[in-house]
C-alpha cells in the first residue's frame, strides 16, 4: 500500500519543518479502539501541523508492520494475558518490524533538510540522526492514559524506551 505524505498549505520545506511519522492503525483511528493512542496521537499532530505548518507521514506499517490480521492475532493473544510485545514474540514476529528509512526516502524526495520530529519514540529519532537531515528538536506528543491503554503504554516506556515527559 502507498506511503501518504500531507503537507500543510503554506509550509516552506526549504526551512525547518515540523514533522509526524505516523504508522497505520486501522483500529485506534478509524474504530477508535482505546486500547492505543493512535488516534489521539493522529488527531493532535493533524492539530499541530494545521496550526504551525508541516508535513505529516502516514506510512503504512499496521501493528507495527506486522499487518491489519497479525496485529488482530496479537490482540486476542493480549486477551489472554500476553503484552503488546509477548504476543508479537508468540506470533514468531518481531516486537517492531517497522523500517523508518522510507519516511526518510520521502522526506529527501520532499527536498526536506531540517526537522523538528513529533514523537516519542527513540527509534524514530535514531533513524533521523543516522540520516543526513538534521534533527532541530523533539516535539512531544503524550496522550493521557485511559483505563484500557495503560497497560500499552507501559510497555512502549518499559521495552521500547519511549519518552513519556518533555526530556
Ligand atoms: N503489533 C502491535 N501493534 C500495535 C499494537 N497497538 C498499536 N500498534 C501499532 O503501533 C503503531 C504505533 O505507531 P506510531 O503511533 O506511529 O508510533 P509509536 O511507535 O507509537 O511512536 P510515537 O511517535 O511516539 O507515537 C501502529 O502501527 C499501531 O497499529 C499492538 O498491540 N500490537
Ligand atoms: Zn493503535
Given at each position: 500500500m502507498p506511503h501518504l505524505a500531507l503537507i500543510s498549505e503554506g509550509t516552506d520545506l526549504s526551512k525547518t519543518v515540523n514533522v509526524r511519522i505516523?504508522?497505520?492503525?486501522?483500529?485506534?483511528?478509524?474504530?477508535?479502539?482505546r486500547k492505543c493512542e493512535c488516534g489521539p496521537?493522529?488527531?493532535?499532530?493533524?492539530?499541530?501541523?494545521?496550526?504551525?505548518?508541516?508535513?505529516?507521514?502516514?506510512?503504512?506499517?499496521?501493528?507495527?508492520?506486522?499487518?491489519?490480521?497479525?496485529?488482530?492475532?496479537a490482540y486476542a493473544l493480549q486477551e489472554k494475558g500476553f503484552d503488546t510485545v509477548q504476543a508479537n514474540v508468540e506470533l514468531g514476529l518481531l516486537p517492531d518490524a517497522r523500517d523508518f528509512g522510507i519516511a526518510v526516502e520521502i522526506l529527501d524526495d520532499?527536498?526536506?533538510?531540517?526537522?523538528?520530529?513529533?514523537?516519542?519514540?527513540?527509534?524514530?529519532?535514531?533513524?533521523?540522526?543516522?540520516?543526513?537531515?538534521?534533527?532541530?528538536?523533539?516535539?512531544?506528543?503524550?496522550?493521557?492514559?485511559?483505563?484500557?491503554?495503560?497497560?500499552?503504554l507501559e510497555v512502549k516506556k518499559n521495552y521500547f524506551g519511549h519518552f513519556f515527559g518533555n526530556l
Amino acid at each position: 500500500m502507498p506511503h501518504l505524505a500531507l503537507i500543510s498549505e503554506g509550509t516552506d520545506l526549504s526551512k525547518t519543518v515540523n514533522v509526524r511519522i505516523h504508522s497505520e492503525c486501522i483500529t485506534g483511528e478509524v474504530f477508535h479502539s482505546r486500547k492505543c493512542e493512535c488516534g489521539p496521537q493522529l488527531d493532535a499532530a493533524i492539530k499541530f501541523i494545521h496550526e504551525n505548518g508541516g508535513v505529516i507521514i502516514y506510512l503504512r506499517q499496521e501493528g507495527r508492520n506486522i499487518g491489519i490480521i497479525n496485529k488482530l492475532k496479537a490482540y486476542a493473544l493480549q486477551e489472554k494475558g500476553f503484552d503488546t510485545v509477548q504476543a508479537n514474540v508468540e506470533l514468531g514476529l518481531l516486537p517492531d518490524a517497522r523500517d523508518f528509512g522510507i519516511a526518510v526516502e520521502i522526506l529527501d524526495d520532499l527536498g526536506v533538510t531540517s526537522i523538528n520530529l513529533l514523537t516519542n519514540n527513540p527509534e524514530k529519532l535514531r533513524f533521523i540522526e543516522e540520516s543526513s537531515i538534521e534533527l532541530k528538536s523533539r516535539i512531544p506528543l503524550i496522550i493521557e492514559p485511559n483505563e484500557d491503554d495503560a497497560n500499552y503504554l507501559e510497555v512502549k516506556k518499559n521495552y521500547f524506551g519511549h519518552f513519556f515527559g518533555n526530556l
